[in-house]
């Protein structure tokens, strides 16, 4: 006589799944926890170590008395000059444009389902530095106003990105492929706009700034470059973050997202504008900055998940701190010279990128 058997369920998948749910809800807790630290401790780095160093202890004494008063004997005029003039306001652009970049190409590869996808990747950043190159050109007038170039910068960010999707197509049936070649086509005529620009500069200086901008640099950061990047990234983390449920239903498909009340149309539309803008500020303050929005979302990724609202912030503080970094060390490796920040993340996200479609195509 044959029993009926009845049907158990896979009860250890759904063990696994939360014991790895709850390790990433931990690390989630560790990384946010630990890294406001960082956060702190990389500013204090970065204002100590460059061509000439400062002690950590000076470093302190300089920021306690510039930010609260508290003056001390043995803080010099030329201490005060490097931390406070030339240090900070950089360690402070280098968090923002890193934080910025990160939680840019975070949104990137959410919106487009596409893991490859980065402002670097698709282009952004040379369309933003064709219309900076482009504002050289056009004359010194414009170029004294303080929201010319950040604006020139945002124009050619969404153009380069709407030429993308133009050519490369949008939507979830797009190839991953078509768009990133769609991204470097793109990149190389915007470059060659870039290139023309430089070329035809009024002056030499403008076209050294537009060449030190195509290799990505922080060198020239004070204090009145950096409250418009600070500013642009702080909106477009908070507006990602706002919206980080919908980019959740969004991950499901968009019909689900559609069904659960999400204008995906909508929300895809500005989350491009915001982006655009984003990545333009960084242009116009730091240069092209290449694959710190690739990389730092995926590690983040790794350590805490891909629900969004832990994905943005996260992104926000470790690429700024992995930033901060780099910029130390294009300081340090050549001194007294300096090297340009965007060859050491390029060396960094270039074998990250190999790595990561070697992986893809193993899964494939």
Known sequence: MIKNRVATPNIYGDIDKI?????????????FILLPFLYVFSIFIACAFGSSTVPIEKVILVLKQELFGIVSEIVTPSD?????????????????????????????????????ADPYVLGISSGALAFVSIGFMIGDTLLNTKWFLPLMAFGGALFALLMVFAVGGF????????????????????????????YNAKNISSSNAVVSWMMGSLGGSRWADVWIPILSSLL???????????????????????????????????????????????VASCGIIGLVGFMVPHMVRFITGTEH???????FLVGGVFLVCMDILARIILAPNELPIGILT???????????????KGRG
């Open 19 to 31: 014991d790895m749910a709850a390790v990433k809800k931990r690390r989630y807790i560790a990384s």
């Open 80 to 116: 005060i000059y490097i931390v406070w003039n030339l240090r900070f306001p950089r360690a402070l652009l280098a968090l923002a444009a890193g934080g910025g970049l990160a939680v840019a190409g975070a949104a990137m590869q959410s919106v487009t389902k596409n893991v490859m």
């Open 171 to 198: 939507s979830n049936t797009s190839s991953p492929a078509r768009l990133v070649l769609s991204g470097l086509a793109v990149s190389i005529t915007l470059n060659a706009v870039g290139q023309y620009g430089i």
């Open 236 to 282: 477009g983390t908070a507006f990602f973050l706002f919206n980080a449920r919908s980019f959740d239903l969004m991950a499901l498909g968009d019909e689900t997202a559609i069904s659960l009340g999400v204008d995906t149309r909508l929300l895809k539309r500005l989350a491009f504008i915001v982006v655009a803008m984003m990545c333009g500020v960084s």
């Open 309 to 315: 609202r832990r994905v943005f912030p996260l992104s």
């Open 346 to 360: 390029a060396l960094c996200g270039g074998p990250y990128f190999v790595w990561l479609l070697r992986k893809s």
